[in-house]
C-alpha cells in the first residue's frame, strides 16, 4: 500500500491518478461499482451510505459517499454493498430485508443495507436504535414499517461474522498524513497551520459535511484543501466537573453517545440534529468555521457561555462564542486560524433545548431555541439566557428580554411579559420554510413551553443540571 | 412471493438504466436553464461553449428533425423551446459533452438573451387573467338549485391541496445510440414504453418500427414518469443521432425536481346542502388545478378530481365544475391516485364541515352518507359490489375506535396544550383508466425446450412488485414452478401499442394478457399431453410442474418432458396474450358513463397528537383495512398499502412545494423538500387485507383487485385527525387546516380556532 491506497471492501485501490475532489460516490460508479446509488448527491437521502472505519476503536460509521471527497481517503477503509454477501449467501442484514419485503423498488435499498449493516456490527440496534440508524436513509416505496421490522430482527440476531466484524477486531492504528493532489491530511495541528501558511489561498475541511455538497456539485476549491479530520488533538473530548472541553473535530455522533446525560439542551437537540451519516462526520469545529447560519448548535453555546479556543501561525487564543459570530458566515475567526476546541461550562440552573422544522427529523430549523434560567431561593431570576436560531442572519441572544428577567419573581406574570417580549424582539424574514409572524410567534412560544415544562416541574427553584435532568426523566 | 428482484436490490447487482454496460462511453447532457418565469427568446449563443473541449454540440430547438414537441395530448409542449421561455428553469439548450461535469460547466457559458415577458405563477393570478388550459369539464347529476335551495342547511367554503414532489429515488434517465442497422435503441426509466418510443420517432422524424424503447426497472415511478421520461429520452436521442455516439441524462436531484412537474394543487370551492341528520343533499363544486405551462396530463387528472370528490359518499344532485390553470410552472403531471386524493379531499373537508356545523362527530355523518348498493355516482355509474360498509366496520372494530373517541376526549379535557384527535375515513377509488382505449394490455411468452420461460409483458418495474405478480399469473396458469419464469426488460419490440403502467391497472391489465398467453399454450401442450397420456385434452391439467390426467393424477409427464414433446411434434411454444377491460364505456362530452370496471376501497384510523404552542403533531397510530380482493402476492400488496399511506401522509404535511416570486422552485432538494422519514411513522402501523366474505364481481385476474393508487387516500384520515385535534384547542365550528398541515398551518389553524388569528 503507497500513500494514496485506500481499502475498498478489504482491497487495495489507488486512488493516485483520481481527482481529490470527486465525490467517493462518483468514483465507485465510475468505477461501475453502481450498487451505491446517488439520490440526491446533497448528503440528504441516505441512497450512497457506505461503511467507513474510524481508527480509534476501531469502528465502523455509516457516511455518506456523496459528501466524502477522495482527497479524504488514503490510508482509510470502506466497505460498499457490493462487500457483504459471499458468493450466492446473503449477509444477515440482507435476507432480513429480503424476508420482510424491505425493498421495493431497490433504489434505496443499498444504503439502507449498509446503514443496518454498521449499526448490527456496531451493537447499536438495541433499544430505539432501530430508527436512528436508518433515520438518515430516505425511501419512497415501503413506507419503511418492513425495514424497521427487518432492523428490529437483526437486533435480537448475533453479529454477524463478515468483513466488518473481522476489521472491528484488527489493531486501532491512527491514521498516518496524506496527500492527494492539493488536498492535504496533516496530523498534527502545527503541521496544519503550517500548510496553511504555505497556501494562503487553501480551504480547511473538517467533516466535510458542508464542503462536501459544493464538491458534490462541481465547485472546486482554487487553493486546494487541508483536511482536519486526522489531528488527535482536535479529537478529545474532556468531560470536568466545570466544564467540558470538546474538540473541533469531535463528530457531533460521539458528542451524542459520549456527552449524553452532561447537558439537558444538548439531549434535546442532538436526536433531531442531521442524520445519522452527516452526524457521524459532522464536528462542532465545523460548524463554527463554516458559521452556516442553520447550525442548530451555535444557540446551545450561546446560551451555555461555551467559550472557543482558537489557533493560528500567531499561537493561541480565546474567544467567547458570544461575538464570534459577526455576520451571514462571518466569525471573528481570522483564516488562517483554526477552531481547535470548545469550552462548555456546566451550569446549575435549568436548561432546555428546542427546535421546530416542518419535518422534526433531519430538517433544517423554522426556530431552534435553548434557554438557561438560574432563580434565587426567593424565585427571582439570577440569571437568564435566551438564544435563537431561525429568526436573523446569526443565531442571536434576546438580551433585551434577558435583562427584563433579571431580578424578577418567576411567575405567569414575568412568563408572559417574557415571552410577548420575545415574541416581538426579532424581526426574521419570510421564506420557503416559514413566515416571519410563525417565526415570531415561536419564539415565544417555545419559551412558554420552557416555562411549564422544565422551570415549574422543576419547583421552580434554584436547582442544578443534573436535577433538571432528573426532573425531566421523572416527567 | 418476495419481490422478483429482491437478492439484486439487497446486494446491489439490481442494474437501472444508468448502470447498463455499454462499450464505448456515453456522451452527457445538461440543460441551459431560463432565469425568468415567461420571457422572449432573443437569442442563444453557443460559441464559447462549444469552443471548450469535449463539448460536441449544443442542441437548441433547430437541431430537430421532425416534430419539435412532446405533449402527450395537446401538442402544446416543444421539446426545446424556439422563441417562449414558459417557466423558471426550463431547459433552453442542452450541452452535449463527454461527461456531465464538461457539459455543465458549458451550459454556464451559453449566453442567452431574453426579453421579461409577465408571469402568472398562481391558481389565482390564472383565474384573474382567466388563463386556463382547455374548456370547463362539468359533470351535472340531477337538480342541484333545486337541491340547495330546499335544503334545511347550506355551508359553502374552500379549500387548497398542494403540490407534491414524486421523489422518485431514481432521477430520470434515459440513454440511446443508433444500431448498425440505423434503428434508435432507448432505454429509458420510464412508465409508458410505447408512447416514449413514439414520441423520440416523431421528434427524429422517424416511422415507429425505427425505434426500440426499453425499460429495465426504475427506481421509483409513482406518475412521474408517465409522460415525463418522454423529453429526456428524445432528447438523448436526438444527440446520439446528431454526434453518432451513444448520449444519456441522469438528471441531478435539483434539475430533475426543477425540470419536471408535480402533483396538481387544487382550489375546490362548494356549496353544499343537508338535512338536520348530516344527510348530504346537493353540491355545488368548482375546481381549479394548476396545470403549469403546459397540458400534458392535466385534463385526465382534473376528470379523475371531478369524479372522486363524491368519494364512499351519495349526493342525490350535484355540479362539479372543473378547469385548469395555465400558469409560468412546471407542467404538472401524474402522480399516484391522478387527481382522485385531490378530489377526494375536499370531498373529506366537505363531510367534515357538514359534522361540525351540525355538532356531530364526523364519523357518524361519514357512514349516514355511504353508498347504498346500486346508487348512482354523479357522473352515472351505479355502485354496486361495495365493500366500503365492511371495511369501515372492521376497521372500526380492529382499531377499538369507539372507544378510542372517549378516551380522546377525556385527555383534550385534561390537556390544555397538547390535543389528541382521532378519524376514520373510507377511500373509494375507481379502477381503469377514464380514457377507454388505453384499457388494453399485451403480452408474449415463449417457453424455451429446457423447460424455462421468457415472459414479456407491458407494464414497466418499478418496485410496485409487477413483475412478482406476473410470474405469479403465469406460474400459475402454467402449472409451473415461478423459477423457471424470468420477466424480459419490458421493450416496445416484443409487445407493442402498450398503455402506461398507471391508473393502478398494471395488474389486472397485463396479469389478462399473460394468463391469455398461457392459457393458448397450455391448450397446444394438453393436447401433447392428451396424445401421451390417451386421454381427453380436456381432462389434462396442469400443476407441480406437470400435465396429469385429471381422474388419474399418477398418469403425468412432467412440464419438461412436455415442452420438449411438444417441440419434437413442431407445436409452437411461443405465444401472444391480449386483454380488453370489459363493461367499460365513457361519454367524453356529456362526462357520464361506467368508466370504472369497479372500485377499490379501504379504510384508515389515524390518531395524532399536536402541540398547540408550535403546530407541531405526533402520529400516535394508524390501522387500515384495505380490500385487495384475493392476493396475488400478499407481502407485495401490504408493501402498497403502507408506503402508498406515506407517501399521502407526505402530501398532506410535510410536503410542501415552495415557488419564490420570480417563479424559481426554492424546494429543489431533500434539503428543503421533506418527505417523510421512518421518524415520521408510527411504531402501532396496522395493515390488514381486508377479510372477505364473498370473491369480487368483477373478474380481475386471480379475484385480485388493484391496489397501486386507492392507498394513498388513506392518509386522509391524518389530515380529519388533525382537523380535529385542532378542532379541541377552540369552541367548536369549522376548522379551517391548509393542506400540507405543515406545524406553521396547524399552528395558524389553532390560532383562528381559538379566535386570535395570527396576522
Known amino acids: 500500500m503507497d500513500d494514496t491506497t485506500f481499502l475498498l471492501n478489504g482491497e487495495p485501490r489507488s486512488l493516485a491518478a483520481a481527482d481529490p475532489n470527486q465525490s467517493l460516490l462518483r468514483w465507485l460508479r465510475g468505477l461501475r461499482l453502481t450498487g451505491t446509488k446517488e439520490g440526491c448527491g446533497d448528503g440528504d437521502c441516505g441512497a450512497c451510505t457506505v461503511a467507513l472505519l474510524e481508527p480509534a476503536g476501531p469502528h465502523w460509521r455509516a457516511v455518506n459517499a456523496c459528501l466524502l471527497p477522495l482527497g479524504a481517503l488514503p490510508g482509510r477503509e470502506v466497505w460498499t454493498v457490493e462487500g457483504l454477501a459471499s458468493g450466492d449467501r446473503l449477509h444477515p442484514v440482507q435476507q432480513a430485508l429480503v424476508d420482510t419485503a424491505g425493498s421495493q423498488c431497490g433504489y434505496c435499498t443499498p444504503g439502507f443495507v449498509m446503514s443496518l449493516a454498521v449499526a448490527h456490527a456496531e451493537g447499536e440496534l438495541a433499544g430505539h436504535g432501530c430508527d436512528a440508524a436508518i433515520e438518515g436513509n430516505l425511501c419512497r416505496c415501503t413506507g419503511y414499517r418492513p425495514i424497521r421490522k427487518a432492523a428490529q430482527r437483526l437486533a435480537a440476531e448475533p453479529v454477524a461474522e463478515d468483513g466488518l466484524a473481522r476489521r472491528r477486531q484488527g489493531p486501532a492504528a491512527p491514521l498516518a498524513g496524506a496527500c492527494l493532489g492539493a488536498f492535504e491530511s496533516p496530523t498534527t495541528l502545527a503541521d496544519a497551520l503550517a500548510a496553511k501558511v504555505a497556501r494562503p489561498q487553501a480551504q480547511w475541511i473538517a467533516g466535510a459535511t458542508d464542503v462536501g455538497v459544493a464538491l458534490s456539485r462541481g465547485e472546486r476549491p482554487a487553493g486546494g484543501s487541508i483536511a482536519l479530520d486526522r489531528i488527535a488533538e482536535l479529537q478529545v473530548l474532556e468531560i470536568g466537573a466545570d466544564a467540558v472541553r470538546i474538540g473541533a473535530g469531535v463528530p457531533l455522533a460521539r458528542l451524542e453517545r459520549e456527552l449524553a446525560g452532561v447537558f439537558p439542551a444538548l439531549d434535546d437537540l442532538l436526536p433531531w440534529f442531521a442524520a445519522r451519516q452527516v452526524k457521524n462526520r459532522a464536528t462542532l469545529g465545523g460548524n463554527l468555521g463554516s458559521a452556516s447560519p442553520i447550525g442548530d448548535l451555535l444557540p446551545w453555546l450561546l446560551a451555555l457561555d461555551a467559550v472557543i479556543e482558537l489557533a493560528g501561525p500567531g499561537g493561541r487564543r480565546v474567544q467567547p462564542a458570544d461575538g464570534y459570530i459577526l455576520g451571514y458566515r462571518k466569525t471573528a475567526r481570522q483564516d488562517e486560524e483554526l477552531v481547535v476546541a470548545v469550552r462548555v461550562p456546566r451550569h446549575g440552573g435549568i436548561e432546555a433545548g428546542y427546535k421546530v422544522a416542518k419535518r422534526q427529523a433531519d430538517d433544517i430549523s423554522i426556530v431552534a431555541a435553548v434557554y438557561r434560567i438560574e432563580l434565587d431561593d426567593a424565585r427571582r431570576v439570577r440569571l437568564a439566557r435566551l438564544a435563537y436560531g431561525g429568526v436573523a442572519a446569526t443565531p442571536v441572544r434576546a438580551r433585551a428580554v434577558e435583562d427584563l428577567l433579571l431580578g424578577r419573581e418567576w411567575n405567569a406574570d414575568t412568563i408572559e411579559t417574557a415571552a410577548q417580549s420575545l415574541e416581538a424582539a426579532f424581526t426574521p424574514l419570510d421564506d420557503h420554510r416559514a413566515s416571519a409572524a410563525y417565526r415570531r410567534a415561536l419564539c415565544g412560544e417555545l419559551f412558554r413551553r420552557f416555562a411549564e415544562e422544565r422551570v415549574q416541574r422543576a419547583g421552580g427553584a434554584f436547582l442544578s443540571a443534573k436535577d433538571a435532568k432528573n426532573a425531566k426523566e421523572a416527567s | ?759
Open chain 2, 1 to 759: 412471493m418476495k419481490h422478483e428482484s429482491a437478492r439484486g436490490h439487497v446486494t446491489g447487482s439490481a442494474i437501472y438504466t444508468d448502470e447498463q454496460r455499454v462499450p464505448e462511453r456515453v456522451l452527457r447532457l445538461y440543460p441551459v436553464q431560463a432565469k425568468l418565469a415567461h420571457a422572449r427568446i432573443l437569442g442563444i449563443d453557443a460559441s464559447a461553449a462549444l469552443a471548450m473541449p469535449g463539448v460536441l454540440h449544443v442542441l437548441t430547438a433547430r437541431d430537430v428533425p421532425g416534430v419539435n414537441d412532446t405533449g402527450p395530448i395537446l401538442h402544446d409542449e416543444p421539446l426545446i423551446p424556439a422563441d417562449e421561455v414558459s417557466y423558471h428553469g426550463q431547459a433552453l439548450a442542452w450541452v452535449v459533452a463527454e461527461d456531465e461535469e464538461i457539459a455543465r460547466r458549458a451550459a454556464a457559458r451559453v449566453r442567452v438573451e431574453l426579453e421579461p415577458l409577465p408571469a402568472i405563477l398562481s391558481i389565482d393570478a390564472a383565474i384573474a387573467a382567466q388563463r386556463f388550459h382547455l374548456p370547463p369539464s362539468r359533470i351535472v347529476h340531477g337538480d342541484v338549485d333545486a337541491a340547495l335551495s330546499a335544503a334545511p342547511h347550506r355551508l359553502s367554503g374552500e379549500v387548497r391541496s398542494g403540490a407534491q414532489d414524486h421523489f422518485y429515488l431514481e432521477t430520470h434517465s434515459s440513454w440511446a445510440y443508433v444500431d448498425v442497422d440505423g434503428l434508435v435503441q432507448v432505454t429509458s426509466s420510464t412508465q409508458h414504453p410505447s408512447e416514449t418510443q413514439a414520441t423520440v420517432a416523431h421528434v427524429l422524424g422517424l416511422p415507429a418500427n425505427r425505434v426500440v424503447c426499453r425499460c429495465l426497472r426504475m427506481g421509483g415511478g409513482f406518475g412521474g414518469k408517465e409522460t415525463q421520461a418522454n423529453a429526456f429520452a428524445a432528447l438523448a436521442a436526438l444527440a446520439a443521432t446528431l454526434t453518432g455516439r451513444p448520449a444519456g441524462i441522469q438528471l441531478p436531484r435539483s434539475l430533475d425536481m426543477q425540470l419536471t412537474g408535480k402533483r396538481h394543487p387544487f382550489l375546490g370551492r362548494f356549496e353544499v346542502g343537508f338535512d338536520d341528520d348530516g344527510r348530504l343533499l346537493g353540491l355545488r363544486a368548482d375546481l381549479v388545478s394548476d396545470g403549469g405551462w403546459s397540458c400534458d396530463l392535466s385534463p385526465p387528472v382534473l376528470l379523475r378530481a371531478l369524479v372522486h370528490i363524491d368519494n364512499a359518499y351519495h349526493y342525490p344532485a350535484a355540479e362539479i365544475t372543473g378547469r385548469i390553470a395555465k400558469t409560468h410552472l412546471p407542467s404538472n403531471t401524474a402522480f399516484r391516485g391522478f387527481g382522485g386524493p385531490q378530489g377526494m379531499l375536499i370531498g373529506e373537508e366537505i363531510l367534515d364541515r357538514v359534522a361540525r356545523h351540525l355538532g356531530l362527530p364526523p364519523h357518524l355523518v361519514r357512514e349516514r352518507n355511504f353508498y347504498a348498493e346500486g346508487q348512482l355516482t354523479p357522473y352515472g355509474q351505479p355502485v354496486d359490489d361495495s365493500e366500503i360498509r365492511p371495511v369501515w366496520d372492521e376497521v372500526r372494530r380492529l382499531a377499538g375506535f369507539d372507544m378510542r373517541w372517549t378516551e380522546r376526549a377525556a385527555f383534550n379535557a385534561a390537556s390544555t396544550d397538547r390535543k389528541r384527535g382521532l378519524a376514520i375515513t373510507p377511500v373509494k377509488f375507481g379502477i381503469s383508466f377514464n380514457k377507454t382505449e388505453y384499457n388494453q394490455a399485451g403480452a408474449l411468452v415463449h417457453l424455451y425446450t429446457d423447460g424455462s420461460v421468457q415472459l414479456n409483458h407491458g407494464g414497466t418495474e418499478m418496485g410496485q412488485g409487477l413483475h412478482t405478480k406476473m410470474i405469479v399469473v403465469a406460474a400459475r396458469s402454467l402449472g409451473i414452478d415461478p423459477a423457471r419464469i424470468r420477466v424480459m426488460p419490458t421493450a416496445t419490440d416484443k409487445v407493442p401499442n402498450t398503455s402506461a403502467t398507471a391508473a393502478s391497472s398494471g395488474a389486472d391489465m397485463n396479469g389478462q394478457a399473460v394468463r391469455a398467453a398461457c392459457e393458448t399454450l397450455k391448450a397446444r401442450l394438453a393436447d401433447v399431453a392428451a396424445a401421451r397420456l390417451a386421454c381427453a385434452a380436456t381432462d389434462i391439467e396442469f400443476a407441480d410442474d406437470q400435465a396429469r390426467f385429471a381422474g388419474d393424477p399418477a398418469r403425468a409427464i412432467g412440464f419438461v418432458d412436455l415442452v420438449r414433446a411438444a417441440y419434437a411434434a413442431r407445436v409452437s411454444l411461443s405465444a401472444t396474450g391480449y386483454y380488453r377491460t370489459p363493461v367499460i364505456h365513457w361519454d367524453p362530452v356529456a362526462l357520464r358513463g361506467h368508466p370504472f370496471y369497479y372500485f377499490a376501497y379501504g379504510a384508515a384510523v389515524a390518531e395524532v397528537e399536536v402541540d398547540g404552542r408550535t403546530g407541531v403533531h405526533r402520529l400516535l397510530r394508524v390501522d387500515i383495512v384495505h380490500d385487495v380482493g384475493h392476493s396475488l402476492a400478499e407481502a407485495i400488496d401490504l408493501g402498497q398499502i403502507e408506503g402508498g399511506f406515506v407517501q399521502g401522509l407526505g402530501w398532506l404535511s410535510c410536503e410542501e412545494v415552495v415557488h419564490g416570486q420570480d417563479g424559481r422552485l426554492l424546494t429543489d432538494a431533500p434539503s428543503t423538500y421533506k418527505i417523510p422519514t421512518v421518524k415520521d411513522v408510527p411504531e402501532a402501523f396496522s395493515v390488514h387485507l381486508h377479510e372477505r366474505t364473498k370473491a369480487p364481481r368483477a373478474q380481475v385476474i386471480g379475484g385480485s383487485k388493484a391496489v397501486g393508487e386507492p392507498p394513498l387516500m388513506l392518509a386522509l384520515a391524518v389530515r380529519e385527525a388533525l382537523r380535529d385535534a385542532v378542532a379541541a384547542f377552540g369552541q367548536g365550528g369549522a376548522v379551517e387546516l391548509a393542506s400540507p398541515a405543515t406545524p406553521e398551518a396547524i399552528y395558524r389553524a389553532i390560532r383562528q380556532a381559538q379566535g386570535r388569528p395570527l396576522s
